[in-house]
């Protein structure tokens, strides 16, 4: 089965940075790649996804990247905001069955 | 539409009991899917219903089970507790269940075992 792996656990970046997660997968099959955020005490919401066919998508301050050959994708935050302090997860579809998340990146930004 | 529910929000129970959870999905929405959530565990898989059926499991002992009723309804059940089971628990709801749809959480069940 798909196992994806993500790095850092903890991130902490000044108000203003740009923060970058990164996660890895192992199954070549996958071909759609999520992010969720999850706030203190809320439940995850998708804030942006992509699909194999196309290497980068922006929305607004958020973009992520793909890599098939390496199997790694990342997202990317710029000028961070007090509101962008939250847990955010990556995850994989494993050729469409279902979704496999990774452990999770805890994103403090300092004011 | 209404959100995805999930009732009840917290429970407490002791080592060797038993629990049901339950989530109602987004109205129009045949999959729920349910996960595990620990600190530095992520979430995990435990299991997803499409149209009453089972249709994919996650590595999970057999003390966790659940179902799904006609109405898309679903309820997780967890035997024989052990304190390792202390988690949040999230349901999810999709249209149909594919691992490319955008998952619809609920708030989840914080349960702690004692």
């Known amino acids: 089965g798909e196992n994806v792996e993500q790095h850092p656990s903890t991130l902490s970046v000044q108000e203003g940075d740009s923060a970058v997660i990164k996660c890895t997968y192992s199954?070549?099959?996958?071909?759609?790649f999520p992010w969720y955020k999850q706030e203190l005490g809320k439940r995850p919401q998708l804030i942006i996804d992509?699909?194999?066919?196309?290497g980068e998508k922006k929305d607004q301050r958020i973009a992520v990247t793909l890599n098939k050959t390496a199997k790694h994708f990342s997202l990317h935050i710029t000028e961070t905001q007090p509101e962008d302090s939250a847990v955010y997860f990556c995850?994989?579809?494993?050729?469409?069955?279902?979704?496999?998340f990774g452990t999770g990146t805890r994103l403090t930004i300092i004011p | 539409k209404a959100g995805v529910t999930q009732t009840p929000r917290y429970l407490i129970k002791t080592r060797g009991q038993q629990v049901t959870l339950s989530c109602s999905p987004i109205?129009?929405?045949?999959?729920v899917s349910w996960y595990q959530q620990t600190p530095g565990q992520g979430l995990q898989f435990l299991f997803e219903?499409?149209?009453?059926?089972?249709?994919n499991k996650g590595n999970f002992p057999g003390r966790f089970s659940g179902r799904q009723f006609s109405n898309s309804r679903s309820e997780m059940n967890v035997s024989t507790l052990e304190l390792g089971d202390s988690a949040l628990y999230l349901c999810?709801?999709?249209?149909?269940?594919?691992?490319?749809?955008?998952?619809?959480f609920g708030s989840g069940t914080q349960l702690s075992v004692l």
């Open positions: 109205s129009g929405h045949r999959s």
């Open positions: 199954d070549s099959a996958s071909n759609y």
């Open positions: 995850a994989a579809d494993g050729g469409n069955e279902k979704l496999t």
């Open positions: 999810a709801s999709s249209n149909q269940g594919f691992g490319n749809e955008k998952l619809f």
């Open positions: 992509i699909r194999s066919n196309v």
């Open positions: 219903y499409f149209s009453e059926t089972q249709r």
